[in-house]
């Protein structure tokens, strides 16, 4: 089978940030849209804010846009198959033969559009690599992480 690849852009919230979630305490904030999905440079590895561990940035993305890419590839799948049974039904009819074949073709599941919500918390611009993220400062939080840097804000 061959590859396939999905792109997709995560819209932001009124400010241009994004949610994300950390794999590892599960806790969530967000960052620039343009800065992390930006072409000129591209993001590999993230920091979380909060507990300061890092990986692969598509392990930060919210349960909300997993989904959602889920649901592209589920769509994607279907046109494929209702393209392939499509053709094979017009060329059977097509012989006149007895038994006739009927497909229903199998319906799309919804593709919710990712639209981030305002929530409360402070933006922080790192004084290392001037990128913006916004996390919830916690009471009893002492240490904020760069998300693009890890280091403490
Ligand atoms: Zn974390
Ligand atoms: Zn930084």
Same mark, same amino acid.
């Given at each position: 089978?061959?590859?396939?690849?999905?792109?997709?852009?995560?819209?932001?919230?009124?400010?241009?940030?994004?949610?994300?979630? %950390?794999?590892?305490? /599960?806790?969530? +904030?967000?960052?620039? $849209?343009? &800065?992390?999905?930006? &072409?000129? =440079?591209?993001?590999?590895?993230?920091?979380?804010?909060?507990?300061?561990?890092?990986? *692969?940035?598509?392990?930060? !993305?919210?349960? &909300?846009?997993?989904?959602?890419?889920? $649901?592209l590839?589920t769509?994607?799948? !279907?046109? /494929? =198959?209702?393209?392939?049974?499509? /053709?094979?039904?017009?060329?059977?009819?097509?012989?006149?033969?007895?038994?006739?074949?009927? +497909?229903?073709?199998?319906?799309?599941?919804?593709?919710?559009?990712?639209?981030?919500?305002?929530?409360? /918390?402070?933006?922080?611009? %790192?004084?290392?690599? *001037?990128?913006? &993220?916004?996390?919830l400062?916690?009471?009893?939080?002492?240490?904020?992480?760069?998300?693009?840097?890890g280091v *403490?804000?």
């Amino acid at each position: 089978m061959s590859q396939v690849t999905f792109s997709f852009t995560i819209q932001g919230d009124s400010e241009g940030f994004v949610t994300l979630e %950390c794999p590892f305490c /599960e806790s969530e +904030f967000k960052v620039s $849209a343009d &800065e992390f999905q930006s &072409e000129e =440079i591209p993001v590999q590895d993230l920091f979380c804010p909060y507990c300061g561990l890092t990986t *692969d940035k598509d392990e930060f !993305y919210s349960k &909300e846009t997993v989904e959602h890419i889920n $649901a592209l590839a589920t769509n994607y799948m !279907y046109e /494929e =198959i209702n393209k392939t049974f499509g /053709e094979i039904a017009k060329v059977f009819n097509r012989n006149k033969s007895i038994v006739k074949m009927d +497909f229903k073709p199998l319906k799309k599941v919804n593709v919710q559009e990712l639209k981030d919500k305002d929530t409360v /918390e402070e933006i922080f611009v %790192c004084t290392s690599c *001037d990128k913006r &993220e916004k996390v919830l400062f916690l009471a009893g939080a002492s240490k904020v992480y760069c998300a693009y840097c890890g280091v *403490d804000l």
